[in-house]
C-alpha cells in the first residue's frame, strides 16, 4: 500500500477510517480551547488586612471575613465588569464601586483566572501590592494610575 503525495480529498476522507479518526480528534481536542477562548477570565484579588480589626467584605451573594494581618481570596470583578464591594470596619462600613485596570505587570495570569494583591487599610483605603510575593505586604510605592482606590463619597 502506498502512501499518496496530496492531502486526501473531501471524498477520500470520508471513506478512510485512519484520515477520519484523526479529523474526529482535532475537532474533539481543539474544541475546549476555542471555548477557553471565548470565556472572560475571573478577576481575583488577595486582599490584606493591613488594619488592626476584622473586616467584612461583602458583594451579592458572598461575604467573607479577614482577620488582622490575614489574606483571603475575593472575587474582584466577575468577567471583567465593574467591582462592588462593602466593606464593614468596627462600626464603619465603606462601599466600593469601581472598574480598575492594574498595569499587567502587577497582575498574575492564569489560563482560568487573572489576580492581584491588594492592602486594605485603617481608613478604608486599597493599596496595590506586588504580584511576585505574597510575604510582601508593603503597598507598591508609587502606586499606578487609579490607586490607591478610595471609598465612594471619601
Known sequence: MSVPD????????RTDPAARMRHLASLVLGAP?????????????????????????SSPGWSQTIEPGQTERLRAQPGGGPMSWR???????RSYASTFSPPREHM?????????????????????LSPRSD????????????FPIVPSGS
Open 33 to 57: 480551547f476555542l471555548l477557553l477562548q471565548g470565556c472572560p477570565a475571573t478577576m481575583h484579588a488577595f486582599v490584606f488586612n493591613a488594619s488592626s480589626e476584622a473586616i467584612v467584605v
Open 87 to 93: 466593606v464593614q470596619q468596627g462600626p464603619s462600613t
Open 135 to 146: 510575604a510582601d505586604t508593603e503597598p507598591l510605592s508609587p502606586q499606578p494610575p487609579g
Open 108 to 128: 498574575h495570569i492564569g489560563l482560568f483566572s487573572t489576580s492581584i494583591r491588594v492592602s486594605i487599610d485603617a481608613v478604608g483605603q486599597l493599596w496595590l
Open 6 to 13: 496530496e492531502p486526501l480529498q473531501r471524498s477520500e476522507r
